[in-house]
């Protein structure tokens, strides 16, 4: 599976962007497809999931900003990000889980997921 990641950039607060991911694959309508990110000397984090392309789940700080979607026709899953804030700043990455074998418990777990996209850099100004 090859992940390619795009649409980062630099935003004002409160602006907004959108993120996509596109996969190969044949069977991407039942990957489990997840967004984290990892700001500069920090840890990765999670950010999004679409869980076995029909439940989406987010981190308590991008609930009601941040929105995960899919377009099964073109492989891709996006990641409409609102009212970005500077704490926001970080290299998100992309992730997949083509079997959708992660449990929900590990599914924000990075070390869960054996497939990366290479990231791209969302940096929101003050």
């Known amino acids: 599976v090859q992940l390619q990641a795009s649409g980062g950039g630099l935003v004002q607060s409160g602006g907004s962007l959108t993120l996509s991911c596109a996969a190969s694959g044949r069977t991407f309508s039942q990957y489990t497809m997840a967004w984290f990110r990892q700001a500069p000397g920090k840890e990765r984090t999670f950010v999004s999931a679409?869980?076995?392309?029909?439940?989406?789940h987010y981190a308590d700080s991008v609930k009601g900003r941040f929105t995960i979607s899919r377009d099964t026709a073109k492989n891709t899953v996006y990641l409409q990000m609102n009212s970005l804030k500077p704490d926001d700043t970080a290299v998100y990455y992309c992730?997949?889980?083509?079997?959708?074998?992660?449990?929900?418990?590990?599914?924000?777990?990075?070390?869960?997921?054996?497939?990366w996209g290479q990231g791209t850099l969302v940096t929101v100004s003050s």
């Open positions: 679409f869980r076995r392309g029909s439940t989406t």
């Open positions: 992730a997949a889980d083509p079997g959708g074998r992660i449990i929900l418990s590990s599914l924000t777990n990075p070390s869960a997921y054996n497939y």
